[in-house]
């Protein structure tokens, strides 16, 4: 019986992205584990008959003597397991985990790239020292993992071209997948108005200043905008809250009905900087919605221009309201554009699609 671990830095991740790899692998007689610090979802990995394990990570501490301990409390953790693969998802578990792993024998270690964050959008001083901090350590840490997945195109030729990444260690596989058969559209309330619908935590780098202008621009419309996300204060790119209850839209903050809120929209809408593969483009193409998104890395892996929805330029507040008027105004249009959406979420993001992917990784 092969042991398999998945690592990360949030409970949450794993439970809302990587559980239906997981429990696929439990299905084919894996032993998974689930390595992550104590959150609300730590419970629930038992339901799924994944077992899970806990070590303790400051997410944002650049303390050198604190993510040395970080590295060993893994290394801690993945030493008895005599594991057979080791995934890691996101920067720190890639970086570290590939160490702790390395040190514990692990013979299959797989890192995951799911985006390169804000670090890469913000240009201060500081911003460009993580940076290089960052990319020293994948350096590394790729060294010592036998694969290196990215989850878009963009983010894999940069590692390949910076020489991050050795060629024969990357792989392509587009998101973490979408249940096509949870995220589908079942009824669509008739209603008098255009319902726009942004989902993205409210910081700058998703574009929340575009939305909010493109909702200004479009005030006399019969168009109503809705934000749905929270603030999140420690990021160097968090919206205020004054702004965020200041124009003509309609903010949230945090909401747990997020299929219900995409089954009422008739344009969804993301004008992020930067993304790995956002997670509600997907769900809004699996539920056969419009898209008017960015031409950016990331964004344009789940948006066929003209096909399934409009590129735009990124920061661009004229270009997004023009194409947001263009759809509320050609009711064809959108059920034309939503069912490309539908089909092409489940031809190339479909879970069952992504997780044969990881299986052909695993067992290569």
């Known amino acids: 019986m092969r042991k398999i671990a998945f690592l990360s830095h949030l409970d949450l991740n794993l439970y809302l992205f990587r559980l239906p790899i997981m429990v696929a692998l439990v299905e084919r007689g894996y032993t998974v584990y689930a390595i992550c610090p104590r959150g609300e979802k730590f419970h629930l990995f038992e339901q799924h008959g994944i077992k899970a394990l806990e070590y303790r990570i400051k997410r944002k501490s650049l303390n050198p003597i604190k993510e040395i301990s970080t590295i060993r409390s893994i290394y801690k953790v993945l030493k008895p397991l005599n594991l057979d693969i080791l995934q890691n998802f ?6 570290y985990g590939s160490i702790a792993g390395h040190l514990a024998k692990v013979p299959l270690i797989v890192n995951t790239v799911t ?14 020292l993580i940076k290089k901090i960052m990319e020293t350590l994948y350096k590394e840490a790729n060294k010592k993992a036998q694969y290196c997945i990215f989850q878009n195109s963009d983010d894999m030729q940069y590692f390949i071209d910076k020489k991050l990444v050795s060629k024969e260690k990357a792989i392509l596989i587009k998101s973490s997948g979408i249940n096509t058969e949870k995220f589908k559209l079942e009824k669509k309330e008739v209603t008098t108005s255009i319902n726009v619908l942004m989902i993205a935590r409210a910081i700058w780098h998703k574009g929340i200043k575009e939305f909010y202008e493109a909702a200004k621009l479009l005030k006399d419309e019969n168009i109503k905008f809705t934000l749905i996300g929270d603030t999140d204060d420690g990021n160097i790119s968090c919206a205020s809250k004054d702004f965020l209850t200041s ?14 809120q995409i089954e009422k929209c008739d344009i969804f ?12 483009l997907l769900e809004a193409a699996s539920m056969s919605k419009p898209i008017v998104t960015t031409d950016t890395v990331g ?3 789940v948006v066929d221009d003209n096909i399934n929805g409009f590129l735009v330029p990124v920061a661009n507040s004229e270009a997004l309201a023009q194409k947001i008027k263009l759809l509320s105004n050609d009711e064809m249009l959108r059920k034309n554009m939503g069912k490309a959406s ?7 993001f479909d879970i069952s699609v992504v997780v044969k992917q990881y299986l052909r990784v695993y067992n290569a």
Request: hydrophobic share 25%; with cysteine; charged share 35%.
């Open 90 to 95: 996101t920067a720190k578990p890639n970086t």
């Open 115 to 128: 985006g390169l964050g804000s670090f890469y959008i913000d240009t201060s001083k500081k911003s460009k």
């Open 247 to 260: 124009g003509n839209v309609n903010w949230l903050g945090h909401r747990d009905d997020i299929k219900e």
């Open 269 to 280: 809408v993301l004008p992020s900087y930067r993304e790995g593969v956002p997670r509600t």
């Open 299 to 301: 964004c344009r892996e």
């Open 342 to 348: 539908r089909l092409k979420a489940e031809k190339e």
